[in-house]
């Protein structure tokens, strides 16, 4: 295999196992074993562990000697710090999608109509799926390399979060509250598209603190 051809694969496997990570496919604690993903993916073992690396680097896997790869858990003290900075990367990227994506917006729009379906089937676990797709469209239509890459290092503690709503907050409603960023791009109003990430994120942050109090309630009762 030529050094290119072993680059090029290595990026599609970490993509695979980026995707599943985020969309909670694989859960904070599930080990990753390099023979069964090579298997999996009908490849050598050798772009999966570089491919695991690259994950490691964007803190989304961690590895120990003997004990091999895992996808990292987190949990509410580790989830709560990241929330102001998830909110800063996310008002960005609907600023600089609201500027530069001249009012094409059909991908949000499937993610959206994706998100309801899933929603009237009671499909928690999609909806959730489609909720992070459509935060991740949103920084990618921002046409931002270092800002995305910033975002997915967020990644456990995003999938996380929305990980909380699936399991603490009533998801009937869920994609009606991204429709106001959606419509702010569409129209190319940046502050407002700007401000209505920025609430969006905090209402997730809401979210997650109250069910930290719930938890710190229980264990003081």
Do not use: C
């Not at 009908?42 to 895992?70: N, Y």
């Not at 609201?98 to 309801?116: F, I, P």
């Not at 499909?123 to 270092?146: C, G, K, M, Y």
């Not at 909380?164 to 869920?174: H, N």
Request: hydrophobic share 40%.
């Amino acid at each position: 295999m030529t050094t290119v051809s072993r680059t090029v694969l290595r990026e599609q496997i970490k993509e695979i196992l980026l995707e599943r990570i985020l969309r909670g496919e694989l859960e904070p604690g599930e080990r990753l074993v390099e023979t069964r993903l090579a298997r999996e993916l009908g490849t050598s073992q050798a772009p999966v562990r570089e491919a695991l690396r690259d994950l490691q680097l964007l803190r989304l896997v961690e590895s120990e000697p003997f004990r091999g790869a895992r996808v990292r858990a987190v949990d509410d003290s580790q989830l709560l710090p990241v929330f102001p900075v998830r909110a800063v990367l996310e008002e960005l990227a609907a600023r600089e999608a609201a500027r530069k994506a001249n009012g094409k917006v059909g991908v949000l729009d499937r993610e959206l109509e994706a998100m309801r379906n899933a929603a009237a089937r009671e499909d928690w676990r999609t909806q959730i799926s489609h909720d992070i797709a459509f935060h991740r469209a949103t920084v990618e239509l921002a046409e931002n390399e270092p800002l995305l890459q910033s975002w997915l290092g967020l990644g456990v503690e995003v999938s996380t979060a929305f990980a909380v709503y699936w399991t603490f907050w009533d998801q009937s409603d869920l994609a009606e509250f991204h429709v106001p960023i959606v419509e702010a791009i569409r129209a190319g109003d940046t502050a407002r598209a700007g401000s209505e990430a920025r609430k969006h994120v905090r209402r997730t942050e809401r979210v997650v603190r109250q069910r930290t109090r719930a938890a710190q309630s229980r264990r003081t009762t």
